[in-house]
């Protein structure tokens, strides 16, 4: 998996328009986020359009079920060629070896990431909803190793996260964080924001932009621009 390219989150309606942009690239592989907006919206044959342009999916559905209907669904995604998939951590570790077993016979050999603490879980709703009592962090750092535990290739987590769950995890373990902003854009509805070398230097092994590029009035200069950004952290 090409991590040194930024991944697009197609968080957009329809087909066409992700298609529309992902097309304003030309021949470049890209490497694309369907997300729960546009895979409901389009249906599973956008993630088949997208791979036959010649891109990498990640499909971020986030599984969350028994086990034995997240190994069928993980089977579903990888028949349509998803390189990369989500499943919540909270639905346990026996769940989570089931998404794997269900990747079991997929020729691409796609990779599977977990959600911890959602970033939009605050620790006292965590501590009032989930009856979880330990701090938010130490719960993240619990599911990363539970995830790493069952086989996952890594977590979805903020640049904030990452040093720590680096620490606590081997160091193939992948941080794919979200929340990323050049220096000087728009934050929208987004918390806890780092830009693309800020990322890097905490410790995110992959990064997901959205609207940075996708509401950019030039969208491949600023993906160019955003991988530059991350490239040079990476290599500093
Ligand atoms: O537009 P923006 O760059 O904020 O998009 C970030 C993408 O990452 C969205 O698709 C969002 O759903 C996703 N995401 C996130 N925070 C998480 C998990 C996923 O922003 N904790």
Known sequence: MDTTRPIIALDLPTA????????????EPLFVKVGMELFYAAGPGIVTSLKEAGHDVFCDLKLHDIPNTVKRAAASLAGLGADLLTVHAAGGKAM???ALE?????SNDPAVVAITQLTSTSEEAMHAEQLIE????????????????????GVVCSAWEAGRISEATD??????TPGIRPAGAAVGDQARVATPEKASSMGSSAIVVGRPITQADDPVAAYHAIKQAWNSGLQS
């Open 16 to 27: 066409d328009r992700a298609l529309a942009l992902v097309a304003r690239f030309g021949d």
């Open 96 to 98: 989570m070896e089931a």
């Open 102 to 106: 269900g990747l079991s016979a997929a």
């Open 134 to 153: 330990a701090p938010l962090a130490e719960s993240v750092v619990h599911y990363a190793q539970l995830a790493q535990s069952a086989g996952l290739a």
């Open 171 to 176: 160091g193939s373990f992948l941080r794919v």
